[in-house]
Each structure stands twice: as C-alpha cells, then as structure tokens.
T-cell receptor
Framework: AQRVTQPEKLLSVFKGAPVELKCNYS??????LFWYVQYSRQRLQLLLR??SRESIKGFTADLNKGETSFHLKKPFAQEEDSAMYYC???????????FGEGTQLTVNP | EAQVTQNPRYLITVTGKKLTVTCSQN?????MSWYRQDPGLGLRQIYY???????DKGDVPEGYKVSRKEKRNFPLILESPSPNQTSLYFC?????????????FGPGTRLTVL
C-alpha cells in the first residue's frame, strides 16, 4: 500500500535561513508527488507537483526515486512561509491521494 | 469565482443524530472527494467520486456515506455520528482523477460529536 511519511511534525527556522521539509514515500509503481500548503485559517492549496518541475514562492522539490523522497526546499525562508505543509502521493493511474501527517513550519523573525 | 463550498462550516451535534455536510463546486469538475484532518494523522481520504453516480471508498470510509446525483454536489452523510468522528472535514474537487489536475479544497467543516 502506498504511504507517505513526514518525519518532522514541527519545524522552526529563522527568517533568511534555508529550510527543508522532509517527505518519504513507499510505493512500488510510478508515483506522482505533490506538496500542499495550508496557511492559518485558510484552505489547503496546491504548492507544487513534481511533474511540473516548477519553483513556487521560492520552493522547489526534487523527486529522488532511489531514496524514495520528495523533500521541499527553500534557500531563504520568509515569515509568510509559516504554515502547515503536506506531502501527498498519487498512484500513476489511480484516483487516491495519500497525504503525509503534515509538518508545521514556523519562520521566526 | 471558481470555488468549492462546504456547509456548515462548524457543527456541534450529539451521538446518533444523523447529519449531512454539503459540498458544491462550480468548476464542472468530474472528480470530488472527502477528507478528514486529524492532528498527527494528516489528511485521510474518506470517499471519492469520479463522476455522477460513481463513488468509491477511500482509506477511512467506515461510518460515512456519500452520494453523487449531480456533478456539482457531493454530500457527506453521517447516519449515526460517534465521538471518534469529531474532526475537520475537507471536500476537494479536480477536473479529473489525473495527477496533473489540481485539486481544489473547500474551506473545511469542523465537526464535534458529543
């Protein structure tokens, strides 16, 4: 069964510091991976997906099939990045989206 | 404005009293789903629907029912709510089930079952 693990429930960094939110997955096929973000009192929204190989709000994530990881990175964190981040996996041809437990990121001034 | 709406946003009820949480989208999306969000467990899919009259179980379907009579609506039904169903519920929709389609989430419904 597919599974997504985010080992850090809480992550705190200072403004301007690099940040990395870890995500590991287990899935035997070809997964599609996503990062979702939930700002305080707002709905969940898509941040980025591996298939697009894009950078959104300075965040990037690279799919590492060898390590089965999809870590989210930003070189210089900003206070407005404080939010709950969820990593999610979708089967290549399936419909289910499996989320990790989430990581609460706090960027301190 | 393209959006997913849920009602009610907050609900406190008692064990056994049937309730329905509505979800509606105005984007003509085929795919809709329900999740519950619990601390330390993240989001878990309850049910999903790939189109009208096509629904299937997600990871945690026990105690829930859904229906998809119209494309825009996907209500979540709790026939006999129990305290372990106290949670934050999110409805989501996307154009199809393809991974390239963005899922749009509703604002959430916070349910408390006493």
């Amino acid at each position: 069964a597919q599974r997504v693990t985010q080992p850090e429930k809480l992550l705190s960094v200072f403004k301007g510091a690099p940040v990395e939110l870890k995500c590991n997955y287990s899935y035997s096929g070809s997964p599609e991976l996503f990062w979702y973000v939930q700002y305080s009192r707002q709905r969940l929204q898509l941040l980025l997906r591996h298939i697009s190989r894009e950078s959104i709000k300075g965040f990037t994530a690279d799919l590492n099939k060898g390590e089965t990881s999809f870590h989210l990175k930003k070189p210089f964190a900003q206070e407005e990045d404080s939010a709950m981040y969820y990593c999610a996996l979708k089967e290549g041809s399936g419909s289910r989206l499996t989320f990790g437990e989430g990581t609460q990121l706090t960027v301190n001034p | 404005e393209a959006q997913v709406t849920q009602n009610p946003r907050y609900l406190i009820t008692v064990t056994g009293k049937k309730l329905t949480v509505t979800c509606s989208q105005n984007m003509n999306h085929e795919y809709m789903s329900w999740y519950r969000q619990d601390p330390g467990l993240g989001l878990r899919q309850i049910y999903y629907s790939m189109n009208v009259e096509v629904t299937d179980k997600g990871d945690v379907p026990e105690g829930y029912k859904v229906s998809r009579k119209e494309k825009r609506n996907f209500p979540l039904i709790l026939e006999s709510p129990s305290p372990n169903q106290t949670s934050l519920y999110f409805c989501a929709s996307s154009l199809s089930q393809q991974g390239t389609d963005t899922q749009y989430f509703g604002p959430g419904t916070r349910l408390t079952v006493l």
